[in-house]
Each structure stands twice: as C-alpha cells, then as structure tokens.
C-alpha cells in the first residue's frame, strides 16, 4: 500500500474508475478527504487538496 498523496503526477487506467483521491490503494493516514474526480470527461484531472495529477491512459 503506497501513501497517499506521495506522487505529483499519476498515470491511470480504466480499471481504476471511478477516480477518487486518495485512490482505494492508498493509505488514508493523514490524507485529505476523499474526493472524486471525473476524469472521465478530460481525461486530465488535479486534485484540489493536494495537487496530484492524474492522468487517464487509453486502454490497447
């Protein structure tokens, strides 16, 4: 299990939508609350607590 929030940049898949930060893999300790992006639509999202990027790679 990674920390939460560690990463400026994260590149995603479909497998892990819906996106919510901090991801389900992630330890919540002393993580912001949770909050969901829909990255979905723009397929580049930044978390407004804690500026992670995240990054929707198309599936081959």
């Known amino acids: 299990m990674s920390q939460a929030c560690a990463e400026n940049k ?3 898949t479909s ?3 819906p996106l ?4 389900p893999n ?3 300790k002393n ?3 949770k909050v969901y992006l ?3 639509k723009t397929k ?3 978390c407004k ?3 992670t990027e995240y990054i929707l790679k198309e599936d081959n």
């Open 38 to 40: 829909p990255i979905e």
């Open 44 to 46: 580049r999202e930044v």
């Open 15 to 17: 497998k892990d939508l």
């Open 10 to 12: 994260k590149i995603i």
């Open 31 to 33: 993580a912001h609350p």
């Open 26 to 28: 992630q330890s919540i």
């Open 49 to 51: 607590y804690c500026s």
């Open 20 to 23: 919510s930060c901090p991801m």
